[in-house]
């Protein structure tokens, strides 16, 4: 999308949000890449660019965007939340609990900052902080169905599924009226798009490429040829009673090896398209 000389950073910024909020990341993207080209130092516009990125799992790129907009604001509140979130999607996990602490740090009083210090601290692997924080969350806001929804997706993420109810039925018991029915489980900054790994429309002119993969068996096609293998000589190798042992032993070779082929190419190329 071409930045339009007659509308303002601003202007882009409220369009990406509003796209963002219906799930639209690529339009999202591309109205806060044009208010990038207004003004490519604009703190919101690349804190914006940065929940974008990390909303197409790359937290790589996230994290450059969140660096820019706190080069230009230190203090940048959505800047060192998007921050925090890209640092535990990349694993670097000291990382990742030391910026979650620093939202702590800025106001220790803002139930959304425990909301974020949260999740945060739960994408990173810290089960116990995370429990902590989501009902402080709660005890600083307990008329908010967010914090409530918060607290119900980590203890339900734990196995906490009693707590999970609880939290639910809290939340709903405090939108009678179904206001927020709709509104997402997780903040912007922490919602990811499905990923799908294999996209052969037949409409797509690369629809081949896409099947088949770079390789013999790197495409779907191939490791469903490797799985059907598998399938086809464990049958008899595991009911063929009226079989030759020596021969029920090959079959049985030949599936654990098709099975193991297929396990090992789906761990090496199963890239999302």
């Not at 950073?9 to 639209?24: N, R, T």
């Not at 924080?133 to 203890?155: G, K």
């Not at 990811?192 to 629809?207: H, L, N, T």
């Not at 070779?253 to 999302?272: D, E, I, S």
Request: glycine fraction near 6%; aromatic fraction near 6%.
């Amino acid at each position: 999308m071409d930045a339009d000389p007659k509308r303002t950073v601003a202007e882009h910024l409220q369009s990406a949000e509003m796209l963002y909020d219906l799930g639209q990341v690529p339009d999202a993207r591309a109205e806060t890449d044009a208010a990038l080209r207004l003004d490519p130092l604009d703190p919101d516009a690349n804190a914006m660019a940065a929940v974008c990125a990390l909303a197409e799992h790359d937290p790589d790129e996230a994290l450059v965007y969140a660096g820019a907009a706190l080069a230009q604001t230190p203090g940048h509140r959505r800047a060192m939340i998007t921050r925090g979130y890209a640092l535990a999607d990349a694993g670097r996990r000291d990382e990742a609990m030391q910026a979650a602490a620093s939202l702590l740090d800025l106001d220790r009083t803002s139930w959304l900052h425990h909301v974020h210090y949260a999740l945060i601290t739960r994408r990173a692997g810290a089960a116990q902080p995370a429990l902590d924080a989501a009902w402080n969350a709660v005890n600083l806001a307990p008329d908010q169905p967010r914090t409530h929804r918060t607290l119900a997706a980590i203890a339900e993420d734990l196995g906490m599924d009693d707590l999970a109810k609880r939290s639910r039925r809290a939340a709903a018991d405090l939108d009678p009226d179904g206001a927020e029915a709709y509104a997402p489980t997780l903040p912007p900054e922490a919602r990811r798009v499905r990923r799908r790994w294999v996209d052969a429309d037949a409409g797509d002119p690369q629809w081949r490429e896409k099947i088949a993969g770079d390789g013999v068996f790197s495409g779907a096609l191939g490791r469903s040829i490797l799985l059907g293998l598998a399938v086809v000589f464990a049958v008899p190798a595991l009911l063929g009673s009226e079989i030759g042992t020596g021969a029920r032993l090959c079959f049985a070779a030949v599936a654990v090896a098709a099975w193991v082929g297929w396990f090992t190419v789906l761990r090496r190329h199963r890239n999302p398209e």
